[in-house]
Nanobody
């Protein structure tokens, strides 16, 4: 049963931008920090960015200054704005709901492919 629904992935050239969206049920979104993870082929899943229910954010060093995470509490939606994309950003991106920093709900994933 998928409860986190992602959208916005796709194919983009290096240097381009994409925005990912993730909508969650209100009973999950209202109490949870939200985050985006990614997994590239042959690599472990890694945290890209997170945002608390109060709006505090954190980012992986590899995306600082390029990616921005935000949340719209009225729409139960979290966003990941990705700018200046690099080929190494190619991965499946997963939305997650976190409790005390631990993911407890996952989306189905959305593919982001950055071509050179």
């Amino acid at each position: 049963q998928v409860q986190l629904v992602e959208s916005g992935g796709g194919l983009v050239q290096a240097g381009g931008s994409l925005r990912l969206s993730c909508t969650a049920p209100r009973n999950i979104f209202s109490i949870s920090a939200m985050g985006w993870y990614r997994q590239a082929p042959g690599k472990q899943r890694e945290l890209v960015a997170g945002i608390t229910s109060g709006g505090s954010t954190n980012y992986a060093d590899s995306v600082k200054g390029r990616f921005t995470i935000s949340r719209d509490n009225a729409k139960n939606t979290v966003y990941l704005q990705m700018n200046s994309l690099k080929t190494e950003d190619t991965a499946v991106y997963y939305c997650t709901a976190l409790w005390v920093g631990v993911p407890y709900k996952w989306g189905q994933g959305t593919q982001v492919t950055v071509s050179s």
